[in-house]
């Protein structure tokens, strides 16, 4: 499956961006997704879409016993390895789709905004629930609903070239959107906030947490970041399974 990380122009782009360059303090959902971890010491820790692999060194140095950090993108396994190596840590290109899931293995699978780039997510759901342990804990982050329902995923601007409103558009059509990003097309999947928390429910999860994060104040001065402010990007949810 084509993944955008891979393209060059995309990859080059994305390394510019606060949280690729300053790790998880530069992330705008940190300071709302770090209180939901577990515990993490002698624990095992499944990463799907783990990019730079910022969550695998962040659950190594909570004293995890073992992480695997999964991502389709050799770019991104190639950065991981890099930048956040760790004895605990293996790193493996695999799509979040194709990975085994063997039972009961992990005590929390955490995947930090990748699950809008898969289709099939109740599948994911059933998957992640067979992997964990009894009890473990499947944290993640995606884009939100709204932020992804719409057609091009961007505002509406007045003839000024300020954002005026952000449309929601076809809300209720899940599926494939073709997006602009860093200055590429980038294809998302768009899933109601009924699919993805009754997804859960339906799938023997109970919910611990639901956040729709806001960037915290003080980086209101990072460029863009104020729009954050004005429509939900970021949908946290903690999840146990029963
Ligand atoms: C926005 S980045 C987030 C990376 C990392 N989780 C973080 O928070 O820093 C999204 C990541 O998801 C990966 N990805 C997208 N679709 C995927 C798939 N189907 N299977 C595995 N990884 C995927 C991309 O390669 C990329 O590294």
């Not at 992330?27 to 010491?41: I, M, N, Q, T, V």
């Not at 493996?92 to 789709?97: A, L, P």
């Not at 952000?166 to 980038?186: A, H, K, M, Q």
């Amino acid at each position: 499956m084509k993944n955008e990380y891979d393209n060059e122009k995309f990859f080059e782009e994305y390394g510019k961006m606060p949280r690729s360059r300053d790790g998880l303090s530069a992330a705008g959902e940190w300071h709302r997704l770090k209180p939901l971890f577990p515990s993490l010491r002698e624990k095992t820790v499944l990463d799907l879409g783990c990019g730079y692999g910022w969550h695998c060194a962040f659950a190594a140095k909570q004293g995890a016993a073992g992480v695997l950090g999964l991502d389709s993108s050799i770019k991104m396994i190639e950065e991981a390895k890099k930048r956040n190596a760790g004895k605990q840590i293996e790193y493996r290109v695999c799509e979040i789709e194709e990975y085994e899931y063997p039972e009961c293995m992990w005590d929390c699978v955490v995947s930090n905004l990748a699950l809008h780039y898969i289709e099939d997510i109740e599948k994911i759901f059933q998957m992640v629930h067979r992997t964990l342990k009894p009890k473990g804990v499947f944290l993640f982050n995606m884009e939100h609903p709204v932020f992804t329902a719409g057609v091009g995923q961007d505002w509406i601007y007045t003839e000024a070239g300020e954002p005026q409103y952000w449309p929601v558009d076809r809300y209720f059509i899940p599926g494939e959107r073709n997006t602009r990003f860093l200055g590429c097309s980038v294809v998302k999947q768009h899933h109601t906030l009924t699919q993805i928390l009754m997804g859960l429910l339906n799938n023997g999860f109970a919910l611990e947490a639901v956040v729709e994060a806001e960037p915290p104040e003080e980086m209101m001065d990072v460029p863009g970041m104020k729009d954050e402010l004005r429509r939900p990007m970021m949908l946290l949810v903690k999840a146990i399974k029963k």
